[in-house]
Structure formats: C-alpha cells, structure tokens
C-alpha cells in the first residue's frame, strides 16, 4: 500500500507554514466546541425549555458522536483522500453550528450537536494525518508540538472565548467562533491542503469499524451517564456490558483480518504505541478531572465568574502550549522516552503540589504554582506521546494513526471526569457530615449534594448561613485533596511505566518502518 503524494508537487516551507495553520484553525474550531457549552446550561435550559438532562445530553452527545466515529472516518480519510474527507468534515461541522446557534428548540439543537460530532470526527484526525503525511521527518516533529499544543491548550481557550460571549451577549453567540473559524480553516485548506490517500486491494473493514462504534459508544456512554445516573443503575451497567464485548469483539476480529483490518492490534506489542496510548489517556484523563473540579473551586468556593474562572486556567494553557512546542527539541536531545518521564513527574509533582497546599483562604495562590507545573508537565508529555502513536503506523495509515491518539485523548477525558468527579463527590459528602452540627436536617441533606446546592440552601439557613456556606468550601477543599492525590498516584504509576516501557528512541518517520522491525513485518501487520 502506497499513498498518493506525488514529490514534485511536494509543498514547500510557506506552503507547509500554511497548511499547519489550516489544520490547527480546524482543530481549534473542533476543540472549542467540546467544551463550549458548559459555560451556559442555565441559559440553554431556560430559553430552549430542557431539564438538565437534556442540557447534558446536547452537551454530551457531541463528544459521544466525535469519539466513537473517530476510527472509522479517520480509516476513510486514509482510502477517499485525506483533503475530501477533510473539507466535507468542514463543511458539515460549519453548517451544523450555524443551525445550533438559531436552533428553535431544543429537539433541533441535539440533532445539529450530532450532526456537529459527524463532521469534528472527520476534521480532527485529518488534521494530524496531513501534518504527518506532509511534513518532512526533520519538521515533523515541531510541526506535531503545534498541532499538540492547541489540541491541548485550544479547549481552555474556547472556554474563555466562549465565556466572554455569554456575558457579553448570549448563548448563541457560542456558535460564532467555531462557524468563523471553519469558515477561516475552508478557505486556506481548498487553496493549500495537498491530498494522499492509501491504495489497498483490502476492502475497508466494515465490521470492525462498527464494532469499533459500537465498543466506543458504550464505554463513553458508561463513564457520561455514572455520575448522573449512578454506577450501578440498569443503563450504566448496560453500557459497561456493550461497550466491553464489542471491544472484545474488535480485537478478536481485528486479529483474525491481518492485513485487512482497520487497526492491527499487534502493534501494541510495539513500546512506542501503547507507551503513547497509555500516556496519553491517563494525562489526559487526570487533566479534565482537574478541570472539572478547578471550576467550582474558583466559582463556589472563590466566588469568582464564569469569565473570571476561565481568565483563571489560561496561565496553565498558555504553557502547555509553549512547551508542547518545545517537547520535540528536547526529544531530540535526550529521547523521547526520557521527555515524557520528565514531562509526567513535573505533572504528577505541579498535582501533588495543589493537593498539599490547596486552602479555601489561600486561593488563587494556593493553586497557581501546581497549576504551572502540570501545564509545563503536560505540554512535554504529550507532544512525543503523539509522534510515538503516529510513528508506529506507515504512512498510508495516518488516518487511523490520527484517529487513534484522539480516540485515546476522548476515552481519558471521559475516565478522568467520571473517576476523580466521583472522588470528589465521595470526599466532600463523607467531609460535610462531621461539619453541619446544628444545621436543620432538610438543609443538611441539601448541601451533601453538592457545594453549590449548599450555598444557595445557605440563604434561608438564617444564623446557620456563615458556618454552613464555611462548612462546604472546606468540605469540596478535601474532596478535592482527594481527588488529587488519586491523580498523583496515577502519575507515579505512569512515570514507572514509561521509565521501564516507554519509547527507547524518537518515533520513526511515518514512511518508514520502525527500526526494531523489519519492512516484511510491517507490510505483514497493515
């Protein structure tokens, strides 16, 4: 299998300066509108007429959609032409936001939010796969630090973008950004973006691309629904059961199609894949929890605006960024491996550093240093991770390459929310209790809910209020702490990993095979 690139019409250095912009405005686009609607449940809820179920669901079946289509549609790009699959993804995801932004009811919007989740699975490993299958070797790795960087840092930025709009104006000014920046990503991808694709005698793999579906949806499907519905109701368990035997499933079917298979399985015997995998969900899963729980720290606890909370994690993105794009650099100098040991131990320390110094008087403050630290910490992580997944796959798999770092980002956001949110759940009940004293007992079991069911159950508490609204912030303050050691564990379990498993070398190029296997293996496994 070859892809279709001819050299002469290779781009050069402005060319490639412009693709890089192209593919990372898409992403950005994609990215800002994962987390977007968060900053304004109570306005959708409001003007649409929804519960709150169905505000998450319109929030949720977003990511759902994008993470489950992933794999497949980044296979398709690899086969009809990375630039197609690319600009129909643009196209579909900007004429969906456009409809979200006047959608009259809230029927309308969750389709168009699906709808939305179709294109972004199109866009986001395409974007990665053109920078891969585009950029020379000696370039690639700067280029994939970029591409890092607002992967990791762009969905902060879409929050505060997003943030300041719903102050500013109203919900539906949400979709202005994305639907600009796609319009922005079209216009320099028809003009710029050169098109490859694979040439294969394997039909596509259908049947592990539905399994793949089907596995994906029930495990995310799992970890959205176990904090709202409980861990142990019938749907939650259900979910669990699906998404576990269909990825059984797919791995026995992708064992049996060799060559065929939409991913071969066996190459996870290969460090640099799965230390890249397993970086990546498990960095990616504690820095969502993270974030789930920065936020009402700063909103129930600080007392701080939606606006003001986000204005609050941009130091943390801004030097994820930068040493996202620094990370290639340094990997070049001491190895990839000993980059992302580096990265995750300045992480696992920046998280360990807020769990021991985290206050509710010390604020801001207490927080700042171990957030920069795990931004530093991140950013290096991160960026060879990704060149060690897409360095594991040939040239004409870029797609499902691609597709298989973002699948791993989504899978680990969700793992983190879910586990470190039920952790901080779990900590700040069992905190509360020993704190209400005297409280009335409907109050009490009011502010067990939650910190923010506790400060507004403060204001008809009467003499009760100050001591209660105290109680609750020092209780989310623990669970918190909870939460966050949790993750540092994690970290250290991570770190030994990759020190004992990680990559031993700098990915190799994507056209060429990695050095401890021969060419006839390769061919053999795709």
């Given at each position: 299998?070859?892809?279709?690139?001819?050299?002469?019409?290779?781009?050069?250095?402005?060319?490639?300066?412009?693709?890089?912009?192209?593919?990372?405005?898409?992403?950005?686009?994609?990215?800002?509108?994962?987390?977007?609607?968060?900053?304004?449940?109570?306005?959708?809820?409001?003007?649409?007429?929804?519960?709150?179920?169905?505000?998450?669901?319109?929030?949720?079946?977003?990511?759902l959609t994008l993470a489950a289509l992933l794999l497949p549609?980044?296979?398709?790009?690899?086969?009809?032409?990375?630039?197609?699959?690319?600009?129909?993804?643009?196209?579909?995801?900007?004429?969906?936001?456009?409809?979200?932004?006047?959608?009259?009811?809230?029927?309308?919007?969750?389709?168009?939010?699906?709808?939305?989740?179709?294109?972004?699975?199109?866009?986001?490993?395409?974007?990665?796969?053109?920078?891969?299958?585009?950029?020379?070797?000696?370039?690639?790795?700067?280029?994939?630090?970029?591409?890092?960087?607002?992967?990791?840092?762009?969905?902060?930025?879409?929050?505060?973008?997003?943030?300041?709009?719903?102050?500013?104006?109203?919900?539906?000014?949400?979709?202005?950004?994305?639907?600009?920046?796609?319009?922005?990503?079209?216009?320099?991808?028809?003009?710029?973006?050169?098109?490859?694709?694979?040439?294969?005698?394997?039909?596509?793999?259908?049947?592990?691309?539905?399994?793949?579906?089907?596995?994906?949806?029930?495990?995310?499907?799992?970890?959205?629904?176990?904090?709202?519905?409980?861990?142990?109701?019938?749907?939650?368990?259900?979910?669990?059961?699906?998404?576990?035997?269909?990825?059984?499933?797919?791995?026995?079917?992708?064992?049996?199609?060799?060559?065929?298979?939409?991913?071969?399985?066996?190459?996870?015997?290969?460090?640099?894949?799965?230390?890249?995998?397993?970086?990546?969900?498990?960095?990616?899963?504690?820095?969502?929890?993270?974030?789930?729980?920065?936020?009402?720290?700063?909103?129930?606890?600080?007392?701080?605006?939606?606006?003001?909370?986000?204005?609050?994690?941009?130091?943390?993105?801004?030097?994820?960024?930068?040493?996202?794009?620094?990370?290639?650099?340094?990997?070049?100098?001491?190895?990839?491996?000993?980059?992302?040991?580096?990265?995750?131990?300045?992480?696992?320390?920046?998280?360990?550093?807020?769990?021991?110094?985290?206050?509710?008087?010390?604020?801001?403050?207490?927080?700042?240093?171990?957030?920069?630290?795990?931004?530093?910490?991140?950013?290096?992580?991160?960026?060879?991770?990704?060149?060690?997944?897409?360095?594991?796959?040939?040239?004409?798999?870029?797609?499902?390459?691609?597709?298989?770092?973002?699948?791993?980002?989504?899978?680990?956001?969700?793992?983190?929310?879910?586990?470190l949110g039920a952790l901080l759940s779990a900590g700040y009940?069992?905190?509360?209790?020993?704190?209400?004293?005297?409280?009335?007992?409907?109050?009490?079991?009011?502010?067990?809910?939650?910190?923010?069911?506790?400060?507004?159950?403060?204001?008809?508490?009467?003499?009760?209020?100050?001591?209660?609204?105290?109680?609750?912030?020092?209780?989310?303050?623990?669970?918190?702490?909870?939460?966050?050691?949790?993750?540092?564990?994690?970290?250290?379990?991570?770190?030994?990993?990759?020190?004992?498993?990680?990559?031993?070398?700098?990915?190799?190029?994507?056209?060429?095979?990695?050095?401890?296997?021969?060419?006839?293996?390769?061919?053999?496994?795709?």
């Open positions: 299998m070859n892809p279709i690139q001819s050299p002469a019409t290779a781009p050069d250095a402005r060319q490639r300066r412009t693709i890089l912009t192209a593919v990372c405005v898409a992403l950005m686009a994609v990215v800002a509108s994962v987390s977007g609607l968060n900053v304004a449940q109570p306005d959708l809820a409001v003007d649409l007429g929804a519960s709150q179920s169905t505000v998450l669901w319109i929030i949720n079946v977003y990511t549609l980044g296979a398709v790009g690899d086969r009809l032409g990375r630039k197609p699959v690319l600009v129909t993804g643009l196209i579909l995801f900007g004429l969906a936001g456009a409809v979200a932004g006047l959608a009259p009811s809230a029927g309308v919007m969750l389709a168009a939010r699906l709808v939305s989740g179709v294109g972004a699975a199109m866009i986001m490993p395409i974007t990665l796969a053109v920078i891969t299958s585009t950029f020379p070797a000696e370039e690639r790795g700067r280029a994939i630090g970029v591409w890092t960087g607002v992967a990791g840092g762009g969905g902060i930025l879409g929050m505060f973008l997003s943030a300041a709009l719903v102050d500013a104006a109203n919900w539906r000014r949400l979709f202005v950004l994305p639907v600009v920046l796609v319009i922005v990503a079209l216009a320099m991808a028809l003009r710029s973006v050169p098109d490859s694709r694979e040439t294969t005698p394997h039909p596509f793999d259908t049947t592990g691309a539905l399994t793949s579906v089907v596995a994906v949806v029930g495990i995310v499907f799992c970890l959205q629904e176990g904090p709202v519905r409980g861990w142990s109701a019938p749907a939650t368990l259900l979910g669990l059961a699906v998404g576990a035997l269909a990825t059984l499933a797919f791995v026995v079917g992708e064992l049996r199609r060799g060559r065929a298979a939409l991913l071969d399985v066996r190459l996870f015997r290969e460090r640099g894949l799965a230390g890249g995998s397993i970086t990546l969900l498990a960095v990616f899963g504690v820095q969502a929890g993270i974030f789930v729980v920065l936020f009402p720290f700063f909103q129930a606890v600080l007392g701080w605006s939606g606006l003001l909370s986000t204005v609050a994690l941009m130091p943390m993105a801004v030097l994820m960024m930068a040493t996202s794009g620094l990370a290639p650099r340094l990997a070049e100098r001491i190895g990839a491996r000993a980059t992302m040991a580096g990265g995750i131990a300045v992480a696992g320390a920046g998280l360990a550093l807020m769990a021991a110094v985290v206050s509710v008087d010390g604020g801001y403050l207490s927080v700042l240093p171990g957030m920069l630290a795990m931004g530093a910490g991140m950013g290096l992580s991160m960026t060879p991770s990704t060149q060690a997944i897409t360095g594991s796959l040939p040239s004409e798999r870029q797609g499902v390459a691609s597709a298989l770092n973002d699948v791993t980002r989504e899978l680990g956001t969700a793992l983190g929310v879910a586990l009940r069992s905190a509360i209790d020993t704190r209400l004293g005297s409280v009335p007992e409907e109050t009490a079991d009011t502010a067990r809910e939650g910190v923010a069911n506790a400060i507004a159950a403060s204001r008809t508490a009467g003499p009760d209020a100050r001591s209660l609204v105290r109680a609750a912030q020092e209780s989310f303050v623990d669970g918190w702490q909870r939460a966050m050691w949790a993750g540092v564990v994690v970290m250290g379990a991570l770190l030994l990993y990759i020190l004992l498993r990680g990559p031993q070398r700098p990915a190799p190029a994507v056209d060429e095979p990695p050095a401890d296997r021969p060419a006839c293996e390769l061919g053999d496994s795709v």
